[in-house]
């Protein structure tokens, strides 16, 4: 088959997240797909709307949860803003998955710290369901997340969920001046967040998922904290066409983030030249 | 070199049977705007051929990978949306008279469009083309196939090579004398492309008229397609010729940035390790990021994939060429743009073509047919800029793998 042709998926049901941010729930109209489908945590897809083009983005929901999928998305362009124009019922096109992954085996036994902040939760919220789903083999599970304002968090319930868990560490945050007057988390940018939290680095891994400002600001703190290099992973977000490494455009240097990514630990990425 | 013996109504026999049969036949003619230009486009008469002009405005790659390709249709219904998928298998094509630098650039981008995934769109039509290539015989003063490891008789990429023959042993042309000679010469050259090929029309002496080719198949598809045509090569004054018409273009090409070598195994490694070199900077401020390299370019092949309505409710996805030096190539909806300058684009084709492709493919993705520095309106010239790297970078040392 023509490597570029789509599976045609049916709108289950749609969440708003926040003023502009949306989740899709997706399920293939090819019932035969909806069964063997597999992806792992970390990978993407190319989803489109027929008549406005594609987008790419992580698969939000846990590879754990079979039948369907989910992606989270901001209506900031062209496909975005069409796909803010669907309805429950509807078609979008879906091409994957593509990408590397989380090395979650080798996070088994381990502690995990997660950081996200604002609409870059998606493709962390993949890995935190997948633990939790299989959290007896995991040790500690912190998470902090922030974003500029309340009404800029996503995944409202789900924080909700994780704060009432008691085998779950969450730490909220909010840029000072977004808290409401009942807000009860923390007001502060991330990396303050998690030099508060200070979680453990032993035998511990990383995840870190944010807009650039906040990736350069986070990352030493969780050096300080004792996470090596390679015990920190990050996805990386480029403009990609293709997903499959011809197009040619989200290379950093000699990395093709389609192919050798998007997942990386910062020991990789330390070897990139500096153009992301 | 072993091979058949086609005389001009033998190749003319042989384009009338494709054409009959229904192959496509793409070769060289005159351009519809210039008449002293040349263009790939199919024909029906070898008489319709400039075979041997000068070198075609663009490559070979649209035959492959199509300036706007669809790759499939959509239509909406009020309850979901049909798809038709677009063949992945295509109509024989016979490609008469490729350029080896244009033949060897198709084969280079094998690599990408065949690794891990591989892009049937490309390969189906790879299937369904022979490679009919013809030995240069002029040269002009932007050519440097023999820096990237080619030559004017080049069999890369192709199924069969043609060698011209025009009956009496080539004699080697006097050569311009002196700088400004050659500087004249090299200025003519660029202002009419292929005047001074060999330095005969200069004088006033027109080139003899080619009576046949000698072709040697390299490929079955190529053995296939000379089956029963000609007569076997055996006359030794036939072979030399062949050999004296590719020594004289040869020698002609290698007069082009004398000694210049961009198949040096130890530039990719250089390139990457100096990415922040001061030496970008200033060879980009020239680069107005228009593009005009990449879409004559033989390798280029960066593309975009477009939705495209043709009328109420149904379209077809395409894609669509696509050039790394346009600022929103890297544009990220958040309006972050990892290549935020000329400067960091320009980077970008100058590394993907001699550091990232030799580095991940193990080969340089630039068949030296210096088409881009024919057309750029800064007059900028990628073998030499490469050039100013090579030198830098120093020797290859030996034994370095790239």
């Known amino acids: 088959m023509n490597l570029y042709q789509p599976h045609r998926m049916r709108i289950e049901e749609i969440t708003d997240e926040t003023p502009d941010t949306r989740t899709f729930k997706l399920v293939f109209q090819d019932t035969a797909l909806k069964d063997t489908f597999r992806f792992s945590a970390g990978q993407f897809g190319e989803y489109s709307v027929f008549g406005e083009g594609e987008s790419t983005f992580c698969i939000a929901s846990p590879p754990t949860r079979k039948g369907y999928i989910e992606c989270s998305f901001r209506a900031v362009g062209v496909v975005t803003q069409a796909m803010r124009r669907l309805g429950v019922g509807d078609t979008v096109g879906f091409r994957g998955p593509y ?29 935190i369901w997948n633990v939790l789903d299989l959290r007896a083999e995991f040790k500690d599970v912190t998470i902090v997340y922030g974003a500029r304002t309340v009404a800029d968090l996503v995944y409202k319930r789900e924080l909700e969920d994780w704060s009432k868990r ?60 004792g996470f090596s290099d390679d015990r920190i992973y990050t996805t990386l977000e480029n403009r990609m066409k293709c997903g499959i490494g011809k197009c040619g455009r989200c290379n950093i240097g000699p990395v093709y983030v389609c192919k050798d990514g998007p997942v990386f630990n910062l020991e990789q990425m330390k070897k990139l030249p500096a153009e992301f | 070199m072993t091979g058949t013996i086609l005389s001009q109504s033998d190749l003319a026999e042989l384009v009338d049977h494709l054409v009959a049969e229904g192959t496509s036949v793409i070769a060289p003619v005159p351009a519809r705007d210039d008449a002293r230009r040349t263009e790939y486009r199919p024909i029906r008469s070898l008489g319709e051929a400039a075979l041997g002009g000068p070198l075609p405005r663009c490559s070979l790659k649209e035959f492959f990978l199509p300036p706007s390709q669809v790759l499939l249709r959509y239509r909406q219904r009020k309850d979901g949306v049909d798809l038709q998928e677009v063949p992945t298998t295509f109509a024989p094509q016979v490609i008469l008279g490729a350029r080896p630098c244009d033949a060897a650039g198709v084969e280079t981008l094998d690599k990408v469009m065949g690794w891990d995934y591989r892009d049937e769109l490309w390969f189906g039509r790879r299937e369904a083309t022979t490679i009919v290539s013809l030995a240069c015989r002029g040269v002009d003063s932007s050519c440097f196939c023999h820096a990237v490891g080619l030559g004017p008789n080049s069999t890369k990429g192709a199924d069969v090579l043609l060698v011209p023959l ?136 960066c593309f975009d994939i477009v939705d495209e309505h043709d009328s109420y409710g149904q379209g077809a996805r395409r894609r669509n060429w696509d050039s790394c030096q346009s600022a929103k190539f890297t544009l990220h909806a958040s309006g972050h743009n990892p290549r935020q300058t000329q400067t960091e684009r320009f980077r970008q084709r100058v590394m993907h073509k001699f550091s990232i492709y030799p580095r991940r493919f193990d080969a340089i993705l630039c068949s030296g047919c210096g088409r881009c520095a024919r057309v750029c309106p800064a007059g900028m010239s990628l073998p030499e800029i490469v050039g100013e790297f090579v030198q830098l970078a120093g020797p290859e040392i030996p034994g370095s793998v790239r």
Not at chain 2, 206 to 217: D, I, R, T
Not at chain 2, 243 to 249: I, L, M, N, R
């Open chain 2, 166 to 301: 025009n009956g009496t042993p080539s004699a080697h042309p006097s050569q311009p004398a002196g700088v400004l000679a050659e500087s004249v010469d090299a200025f003519l050259r660029d202002s009419e492309p292929f005047a001074g090929a060999f330095g005969l029309e200069a004088k006033g002496q027109k080139p003899p008229p080619v009576v046949g080719y000698l072709a040697e198949p390299v490929t079955p598809k190529g053995e296939a397609l000379l089956k029963g045509r000609g007569k076997p090569a055996t006359e030794r004054s036939d072979l030399e010729e062949a050999q004296g018409f590719v020594k004289v273009a040869r020698d002609r090409v290698a007069r082009n940035f004398a000694a210049l070598q961009l198949a040096n195994g130890h530039l990719p490694e250089w390139l990457a390790n100096n990415f922040d070199h001061q030496l970008w900077k200033s060879l980009a401020l020239r680069c107005h990021g228009c593009g005009a390299c990449a879409a004559v370019c033989s390798t280029c092949h």
């Open chain 1, 166 to 225: 008691p085998d779950v560490k969450l730490w909220q945050a909010v840029d000072p001046g977004g808290q409401t007057p009942d807000w009860t988390g923390e007001v502060g940018l991330i990396p303050k967040v998690l030099e508060k939290a200070a979680p453990s680095a032993q035998d511990a891994f990383a995840v870190v998922c944010g807009p650039p400002v906040m990736i350069k600001y986070t990352l030493p703190v969780l050096s300080k904290l």
């Open chain 1, 99 to 127: 990408g590397n992954t989380f090395p979650i085996d080798r996070m088994k036994g381990q502690s995990l710290v997660f950081v996200a902040g604002g609409i870059a939760l998606p493709p962390v919220r993949c890995v």
